[in-house]
């Protein structure tokens, strides 16, 4: 068990709909990533935050958005969803100054019908 | 642009035996992280070995260690005593540029052991 958790673990919804993906860092770490595996692009990141403001951003559509919250739980928000955004998503957190070390969470498999 | 290449798309080794699984990076950054995961059949992220760019010494934890040749640009993760539980996918990850964390993988390596 990283210590990273994430809600739900399966999401079925269907084409043109909107979810939302919840991710709970350890206790401590300060940033929180975002990747998504697809079979055909691989593992891709997508955003990181710090302490709740936005440091890097990666291949993230302009349908998805995120944000981190005051107790540094962080939520993905996906809109408009097609079918190709079925994926497996992850969230991870590094502490605080820590390059070093990433754990990630169980993921969140999306499929869209 | 940073890149990470695995080239063994899928690998056997015997239970018991050593395996080596390779990993070559790109990247003009001076300084960068490398990462290894293992990613089972149930599908989360194992966080297993970690070497830095400016780390004299190669990394080791437990039966995993980092074979890492700095001017080659390679980040090989070994395995040693291979076990039944060590079948998964393996992916190799750099650290991005930048003063953030952000992590760029490989393809991956899919390993079996056989008993």
């Known amino acids: 068990d990283s210590g990273v958790t994430q809600t739900p673990k399966h999401l079925i919804t269907a084409t043109g709909q909107r979810v939302t993906l919840r991710c709970s860092p350890r206790?401590?770490?300060?940033?929180v990533y975002w990747y998504q595996q697809s079979l055909d692009q691989g593992l891709q990141f997508l955003i990181q935050?710090?302490?709740?403001?936005?440091?890097a951003k990666g291949n993230i559509l302009e349908r998805f958005s995120a944000q981190q919250f005051p107790d540094l739980h962080s939520e993905l928000n996906l809109s408009s969803l097609e079918l190709g955004d079925s994926a497996l998503y992850f969230c991870?957190?590094?502490?605080?100054?820590?390059?070093?070390?990433?754990?990630f969470g169980p993921g969140t498999r999306l499929t869209v019908l | 642009a940073q890149k990470i290449t695995q080239t063994q798309p899928g690998m056997f080794v015997q239970e018991k035996e050593a395996v080596t699984l390779d990993c070559t990076y790109d990247t003009s950054d001076p300084s960068y992280g490398l990462f290894w995961y293992k990613q089972p059949s149930s599908g989360e992220m194992i966080f297993l070995i970690y070497q830095g760019s400016y780390d004299q010494q190669n990394a080791t934890e437990g039966r995993y260690s980092l074979n890492f040749q700095k001017a080659r640009k390679s980040a090989n993760l070994v395995i040693s005593a291979s076990q039944l539980g060590d079948s998964a996918m393996y992916f190799c990850a750099m650290r991005g540029s930048g003063n953030t964390g952000k992590l760029i993988f490989g393809q991956g390596t899919t390993l079996q052991v056989k008993p």
């Open positions: 206790s401590g770490d300060l940033s």
């Open positions: 991870a957190s590094s502490p605080r100054g820590g390059f070093h070390e990433q754990f």
């Open positions: 935050y710090y302490n709740g403001e936005e440091r």
